[in-house]
């Protein structure tokens, strides 16, 4: 069976700013396996690359098809070999395309899921300037649940962009500080942000400082909005460490490895009580629509970062006012533009 990698440049129509740095195009792989697709996205926060990727793609074979052209999906996973979580995630996700479209079923509907169960969607606000984000936010006004990037360096500036959100609009706001504080400064900004009505805050501290989750956990007061994981949990060997300092996780495909990984720290994370969100990286409609097919199973979703992309190669779930409409043909259902 055929495998390979495809490079592409996605171009983004605004500049995306977090705290990690600024993006005006990301470059991802797509894996194809057969007729399958999955896509590695590549984080420059983060250390694989695109060659990384393509090395990847050239180190393994899978078994061939049953008679009837169907595979066994466990244990092509199982043969996959260990690599960047970026490349493992496309060839996990390319084979359950692959598992789909033989058996004629869109992968929501082979776990039975009920799509109308998917959370809503949030909208990325990327940081900028008072005025900027302001239009930013007015331009935005169409989507029912904004988060909000901050991690600007100064306090007084992050509180300005959610002050700016709630005067410019009625949605749902949380906030992404992407590791940006520590936990004095969590611990002093998390109450004034929390005046906003915000969902939650998400990844408010540093990746690996654990013992700063378990300080920043115990000293908030109860009626805080909760505090979702993001950098400082990868796979599910992470999830237990996060038990008692975080309220949820969020799961990424290309951080984890793919979906059934995904899964797992799904049924992990509500074996301990956490709450769930699924997000992405910039991504394709190929990488979005794999993580979408899980929506149903979460509390909360931040699936646009396909959104943004100016030359999407495929198309895949649609938008529409924060809902995710996941499509029906099989396997993912993603179709490559013409």
Known sequence: ?????????????????????????????????????????????????????????????????????????????????????????????????????????????LWGLNPARAPLSSFTLGMAEEDEFRRKVRDSRQYPLLKIKLGTGDLEQDEALVRIAREETDARLCVDANAAWNVEQALSIIPRLAAYDLLFVEQPLAQDDLTGWKTLHAQLPPSMPPLIADESVHDSRDVLKLAESADGINIKLAKCG?????????????????????????????????????????????????????????????????RLHLPDKPGLGVTRRQ
């Open 258 to 322: 793919g979906l059934r990984e995904a899964r797992r720290m799904i049924a992990l994370a509500r074996t301990l009580g956490m709450q769930v969100m699924l997000g992405c990286m910039v991504e394709s409609s190929v990488g979005v629509t794999a993580a979408a097919h899980l929506a149903p199973l979460v509390d909360y979703a931040d699936l646009d970062g396909n959104l943004t992309v100016l030359n999407d190669p495929y198309t895949g779930v649609q938008w529409k006012q924060g």
């Open 1 to 109: 069976m055929e495998i390979r990698a495809e490079p592409i440049t996605l171009k983004l129509a605004t500049p995306f700013r977090i705290a990690h740095g600024t993006s005006t195009a990301r470059h991802n792989v797509l894996l194809h396996i057969g007729s399958g697709v999955g896509e590695a996205a590549i984080v420059p926060y983060y250390p694989t690359t695109v060659e990384d990727v393509i090395a990847y793609a050239s180190d393994f074979k899978l078994e061939e098809m049953e008679n009837d052209g169907s595979l066994w999906l466990e244990d092509s996973l199982d043969s996959l070999p260990d690599g960047p979580a970026p490349a493992r995630a496309a060839a996990d996700i390319a084979l359950h395309d692959l598992w789909g479209q033989y058996l004629k079923m869109p992968l929501y509907r």
